[in-house]
């Protein structure tokens, strides 16, 4: 049986971001990101003035859904609440350096083999 690599992540922020009308926006997805996603950012004129915005630019990038939102650019997550971007920097990092994500484990008193999903950022 050939294992499917799973490319997009559905996310729920904590807060919410909200848009000019005052709608939160608080579910999305997003897919995991490409070379050119992590290369092309760093000549952005903003990344090079401020090293720190290149996260702005790359959530940009590989955030494909949030609410109702038709589209996310660099301006949706500056407004971002500072724990939603947290989140989401933390779900990035999860999701693209940390590969598979499900663990084979075994039980050490019964011996019976599983598998378990590391929990979502931000939840305990």
Known sequence: MTATLQTEFEFTLPRGYMDAEGTPHREGSMRLATAADEILPLKDPRVRGNPAYLS?????????????????????????????????????????????????????????????????????
């Open 56 to 124: 702005v630019i790359l959530l940009a990038r590989v955030i494909t859904r949030l609410g109702s939102l038709e589209m996310i650019n660099p301006k949706v997550i500056e407004g971002l609440y500072a724990s939603d971007f947290a989140y989401l920097q933390e779900l990035y990092n999860r999701i693209n350096q940390q590969g598979e994500q499900a663990r084979k484990v075994e039980c050490p008193h019964c011996r019976e083999s599983f598998t378990v999903e590391p929990p979502d950022p931000g939840e305990s």
